[in-house]
């Protein structure tokens, strides 16, 4: 089974036309198994309220953004809460935020790659001696699958 693990990052590029929302489109499209931690709809909620409040999104786009994150074809196989303590050794061992890192969990968890957006998680991951595979940029996508 082929899939992936989606951060917020690609997930707001699916709701709003956005720099790679083309790249990350493919995802849907491609039948290959999308997973999250529940933290994505968090993140990408937070990320979509604050391009309403900076007027990038007016209110009705963004509870429609927030009724399409809801429906979109992700699995969240491990919660947080199961995440945690893998997420904060990773964090520590990558100098990196935590939050990214439970996707990163989820990832070597589940044995598929995580798909980001975000070029300095992108860049730490791939620089690190043995997760560097672990990563994918939304922009390498389409020539994957």
């Known amino acids: 089974m082929r899939g992936y693990v989606v951060d917020a990052s690609v997930a707001v590029k699916w709701l709003v036309t956005e720099p790679l929302s083309d790249e990350a489109a493919t ?18 909620a937070s990320a ?11 209110r009705e786009e963004l509870a429609e953004a927030v009724d399409l994150l809801r429906a979109a074809p992700l699995a969240t196989t ?19 935020v935590i939050y990214d890192c439970f996707y990163l969990a989820l990832a070597i968890t589940e044995d598929f790659p995580v798909v980001t957006a975000d070029t300095r998680f992108y860049n730490k991951v791939r620089k690190h001696p043995y997760l560097g595979d672990r990563v994918v940029h939304v922009a390498d996508i389409a020539g994957r699958d």
């Open 27 to 44: 995802l849907l499209d491609s039948g290959v198994t999308l997973l999250a931690p529940d933290l994505l709809f968090a993140e990408a």
């Open 48 to 58: 979509l309220t604050a391009k309403c409040r900076h007027g990038e999104i007016d």
């Open 78 to 96: 491990l919660s947080t809460r199961q995440l945690a303590c893998s997420s904060a050794r990773l964090a520590v061992d990558l100098g990196h």
